[in-house]
């Protein structure tokens, strides 16, 4: 059930995030800006403010790390963005975690009650059987493997150039033919990879499909709030001598080889030697000529102009409902949903399993996800409200509290993270990393090739733009 399961499958670890901090070195000087305070941000700032670098942190939001963003309206800590450390083994936000004693606790994605809408009120809270959870896995592992073989078939220009949904297309008619019930049981096994991805099928690359790595281990979940690890950060860089500018919305990146200026729209200029842009990718592929954002002068390169074009955005949204008891197994930490209408909040988690609160977080992705943000709140509440009645009965309780994810909107991300569209490869990746005159340093997650759309992928990222700038200073 988990993003990384679901997303990242070949290939060997890359570089260790250690190769990037905590190197004995000596310190220099010189000004730096980072733009955005999110996760890569913080890393940056962090870095080059304890190697003895002059660190201006400008950001556009009233609050500290961007896509982490912990709520906690419904009195207790609610991360309607980034959500886990995907493998714990080895990674570098389980170390942040035990270096700030930020409580983590095990997600176990095999702990889950799979329902089906075609389920009458009369079988509400019957899921389906364990028979027939292993026959939908059978199949699903039969299609991806299918995709594999076929993945190891084609030449490097067909496997960036196929689709998934295209890939799909290709190997579904030399697998068991399906009923009309166990295909649309195939089809939502499918989508929990558009879900996961936030982005549909048809808009992911093959190539994406072996492209990244992951570390091993369980996933961890902060039940206090994933804020508590850019908090500490932001606090430690300060404390290094960072200094952090909040509602600064960035309207110019101007760069030459005397240094870099960047405006903001409060008509405020800032100089420094150099910049680390680690805007969103949804950010950055609006720069110039599009009201409201950001232009670089001079234009950014050709190439990596292009490498924007050839990944996407993807979004996942959370929709978060609080009830005044739990009317649902306690212990189960998810819920599967095959709903009628593909995307139909197709996962729910037990919040309650982590924070003894009656609260459910259903998830939704790709074009749903997109559609959902323009319904009002009453409108989403009672299509949510609808799944849940078809999984647990129509004498459910009225929610007392709601939250909506609603990123693809949200004018400092436009989406959650990113992807590999079909025509691109992971080198689009490396070029989104690539300085630019010398003064211009990129970090955040679509610059990671080895572990995109991660949290640890951007802090990660952070810390290469750091030692990048150290090593040239």
Known sequence: MDRRTVLLTLGALGLGWSLYCCLDEPKKSGKVLVL??????????NELSAKGFTVTVLEARERVGGRIWSDRSLKTSIDLGASWIHGASGNPIAKLASDFSVKTAETDYEDVLLFDASTSATQANKPLSESTINAINKDHEAILKGVSNLHDQLSAAQKNALSLAEAFKKVTPKIQRPTPVTQQQRDWRLYRISQASGAELKELSMVGFSDSSAFDGMDRIFPGGYDQITENLKKQATRRGATFKLQQLVKEIAYNDAGVKVTTTKGQSYSADAVVVTLPLGVLKRTKGQSGHITFTPELPKA??????????????????????????????????????????????????????????????????????????????????????????????????????????????????????????????????????????????????TYPATVHGAYLSGLREAQKIYSAA
């Open 36 to 45: 955005g305070a999110g996760i890569s941000g913080l890393a940056a700032a």
């Open 304 to 449: 990596k102009r292009e490498a924007m074009g050839r990944l996407g955005m993807g979004v996942l949204n959370k929709v978060v409902l609080q009830f005044p008891k739990v009317f649902w197994p306690k212990d189960t930490q998810f819920f599967g949903y095959i709903g009628k209408e593909l995307g139909t909040f197709p996962a729910f988690l037990n919040w309650y399993h982590y924070s003894q609160k009656p609260i459910l977080m259903g998830f939704t992705g790709g074009d749903f996800a997109r559609n959902l943000e323009k319904q009002s709140n009453d409108a989403i509440q009672k299509s949510v409200m609808a799944a849940l009645k078809q999984i647990f009965g129509n004498s459910l309780p009225e929610p007392t509290g709601m939250l909506v994810g609603r990123w693809n909107s949200d004018p400092f991300t436009w989406g959650s993270y990113s992807h590999i569209r079909p025509g691109g490869t992971g080198s689009d990746y490396e070029t989104m990393a690539e300085t630019v005159g010398e003064r211009v340093f990129f970090a955040g997650e679509a610059t990671n090739r």
